[in-house]
């Protein structure tokens, strides 16, 4: 897997959660890492949620009105 380009920062950290993470081990990189994808994740999907909103309702509606399309053929 070819390796990405890495940039430095700096963060302030509650003083507690961080001496707790030094104290276990926990790459303190990678956890933040892991939790910035988490986050990003989280908003894209919220993001697409909040741009899809008048399609998905309108989808909804016509589910509603309509039905599903071929039901007449499912077998569950």
């Known amino acids: ?23 276990l081990g926990i790459n303190l990189s990678q956890a933040a890492e892991g939790g910035i ?5 989280v908003e894209r999907a919220r993001a697409w ?3 899809n909103a008048d399609a ?10 309509q039905g599903v399309l071929l039901s007449e053929h499912r077998k569950f």
């Open 37 to 41: 994808r988490a986050a990003i994740r």
């Open 1 to 23: 897997m070819p390796s990405t380009a890495r940039r430095a920062t700096s963060m302030t950290l509650d003083s507690a959660v961080l001496d707790e993470a030094r104290k």
């Open 49 to 51: 949620k909040a741009e």
């Open 56 to 65: 998905i309702a309108d989808y909804n509606a016509f589910i509603e009105a």
